[in-house]
């Protein structure tokens, strides 16, 4: 049974209120928008008992274009249900997931929850995509990929790097002041012109970029939701550098950051603009696994499937050491941080409060000659006490950002195994077409067509990994020159205090 496109999925329990055309809803219902234009924080949608009324927009959630494409590609004939096609997609539940699209609660963003790439409840004929692909061809916008020379196949980047700077935080209310948020702006380099978003708004357009590109293109998640302290001032500046750094690495995804959807985002003119690009994004039919359709590697030959496995068996295992590798230096990060907001500076406290007192014992023997050395001994244990309080501050400095890519790359390294598994899943299947010709599943001609899409979902995963890779080694040599800086200008200073705490001691 397939919902309706203006279904949607109500997220909490709402009671109306008598005589304000309300209407109460349950958590888990399914409801039908009748009217999204009525404002103030508000929709009319009829529930499953026929009652119209007024529901806030916030309790409920828009089925995403996932639902949407499933449905139109049932009425097309492009993919069928397994129900229906038991025999062929027996084995498609071998392909596991490892949890790289984590699930979300529902919260200030309204996602629905996700169990993969392709949702829990649905699995997708892979062959008969392989074949009825190029139903779109004529439709969407290309993506090309192009021969990179050693290299291999590398998506076609624009001239000009798109950037955003994410700045300028602020409080809001909506539903006449019964509801807060905070809304961010947001200016592309493109235009230079702000527009404002929500953190909701932005989960909006991860749901919408996972759900378009998740099969071909590791998506990473949001900052993480949360309930509580949300309107406090360090934990807004964490989410909007959080943000901002995510917002980057869309911007430099030549693919996502062309897409019409994240134009709208970065973009749109008005409220107007606003809601009918979200609109159009929703209806948005190709999706998931529809999106090699718009993939074309230009004049390059089909490639040996083989020699592809190879390769994507060997970034297979580099990912997971990598993601080994990031999962152990925040731990050490993370204890290194601890030691030096605690224990570290504390010792550097008790050395200082230790000269200083051997100061004051010194100053009490009377003799004339004391005076220079116990004045050094107190500027001495005031040194240590400055250099306490610089070790507790300096992880904010230097460590900060290094832990802050190590925490972006774990979440994009979590979302790899699903895109490798939909690669891996079309080669088993072209694996297996001589048997379905053999049997007349399939005719020789769609065996070829299952081939050569194949072959596209090999070079975009190829692209994929080489943009992975140079985006890595950019990030990597930023970082560490940041931190490797940051640590130096640390030991200088610390040094200086030292020189200069040493030339306040004589010697006879």
Same mark, same amino acid.
């Given at each position: 049974m397939f919902l309706l496109?203006?279904?949607a999925?109500?997220?909490y329990?709402?009671?109306a209120?008598? $005589?304000n055309? @309300?209407l109460s809803?349950? &958590? /888990?219902?399914? %409801?039908?928008i009748?009217n999204?234009?009525i ?8 529930n ?7 529901v806030p927009?916030?309790y ?8 949407k494409?499933?449905l ?5 004939g492009v ?9 062929w997609?027996?084995?498609?539940d071998d392909v596991?997931?490892?949890? $790289?699209?984590? @699930?979300s609660?529902?919260? &200030? /963003?309204?996602? %629905?929850?996700r169990?993969?790439?392709?949702g829990?409840?649905m699995?997708?004929?892979l062959?008969?995509?392989l074949?009825a692909?190029s139903f779109?061809?004529m439709r ?9 020379g050693?290299?291999g196949p590398v ?9 955003c700077?994410?700045a ?7 539903m006449?002041?019964l ?9 592309p380099?493109t235009t230079?012109?702000?527009v ?6 932005f ?5 919408r ?8 293109i ?6 993480d ?8 001032e360090?934990?807004?500046k964490?989410?909007?550098?959080r943000?901002?750094g995510?917002?980057t ?7 996502v950051s062309?897409?019409?959807?994240f134009q709208l985002?970065?973009?749109y003119?008005?409220?107007?603009d606003w ?8 209806k948005?039919e190709?999706?998931e696994?529809?999106?090699?359709s718009?993939?074309e ?8 499937l083989i020699?592809?496995?190879q390769?994507c068996?060997?970034f297979?295992r ?5 993601d ?6 925040l731990?050490i ?6 030691r030096c907001?605690?224990p570290?500076?504390?010792?550097y406290q008790r050395i200082?409060k ?14 004339e000659g ?10 001495a244990?005031?040194t ?7 070790v ?6 230097d460590?900060h ?8 790359y774990?979440?994009l390294?979590?979302c790899?195994p ?5 690669h891996k899943a079309a080669i088993e299947?072209v694996k297996?077409a001589?048997?379905?010709v053999?049997?007349?599943?399939i005719?020789t001609s ?7 899409r194949?072959?596209?979902m090999?070079?975009?995963?190829q692209?994929e990994?080489?943009?992975f890779?140079?985006n890595?080694?950019y990030?990597?040599?930023r970082v560490m ?6 640590q130096g ?11 200069h705490?040493h ?6």
């Open positions: 496109l203006n279904s999925q109500v997220l329990d709402f009671t209120e008598p $005589g055309n @309300e809803v349950r &958590e /888990g219902e399914t %409801i039908t009748t999204q234009n404002g103030g924080g508000w929709i009319e949608a009829k499953s008992r026929g009652e119209v009324g007024l927009e916030d409920i959630e828009v089925w995403s274009g996932y639902q494409w499933l139109l590609a049932q009425k097309t993919i069928q249900l397994c129900a229906e096609d038991d025999e997609d027996e084995e498609w596991k997931t490892s949890g $790289g699209y984590a @699930e609660e529902a919260g &200030e /963003g309204g996602a %629905i929850n169990g993969g790439a392709h829990s409840s699995k997708i004929a062959n008969k995509v074949i692909i779109y061809m969407v916008r290309i993506y090309t990929v192009f021969q990179g050693e290299a998506w076609a980047y624009p001239d000009y790097q798109l950037d700077v994410v300028d935080p602020k409080k809001g209310t909506k006449y002041g509801k807060s948020y905070i809304e961010y702006q947001v200016t380099t230079n012109k702000p404002n978003h929500r953190y909701k708004h989960d909006w357009l991860y749901e970029l996972l759900d378009k590109y998740g099969s071909a590791p998506i990473p998640c949001l900052p939701k949360q309930v509580t302290g949300r309107f406090e360090e934990f807004i964490m989410r909007m550098e943000l901002q995510w917002m690495r869309m911007c430099r995804h030549p693919v062309s897409s019409e959807v985002f970065l973009s003119k008005d409220e107007k809601k009918m690009g979200k609109r159009k994004a929703e948005d190709t999706v696994v529809m999106i090699f718009t993939i590697p230009e004049g390059l030959p089909d490639l040996d020699e592809v496995e390769k068996e060997q297979n580099f990912t997971r050491a990598m080994d590798g990031v999962k152990d230096l731990t990060g993370n204890e290194h941080w601890k907001t605690g570290l500076p504390k010792e200082g230790a000269f200083q007192n051997l100061s004051s014992v010194f100053n009490s023997s009377g003799y004391e005076a220079t050395l116990t004045d050094a001994l107190t500027a244990g005031k240590y006490e400055d250099i306490a309080q610089m507790a501050e300096q992880p904010k400095k460590l950002f290094l832990m802050e890519t190590n925490n972006e774990k979440g390294l979590g790899f699903d895109t490798i598994g939909v299947k297996e001589d048997k379905l053999a049997t007349g599943k005719t769609e065996k070829i067509t299952m081939s050569k194949a072959s596209t090999s070079y975009a995963l692209a990994m080489n943009h890779h140079s890595r080694i990030d990597y040599n020159q940041q931190y490797l800086e940051q200008k640390f030991y200088e200073m610390i040094a200086e205090k030292l020189r705490a030339s306040q001691f004589t010697t006879m």
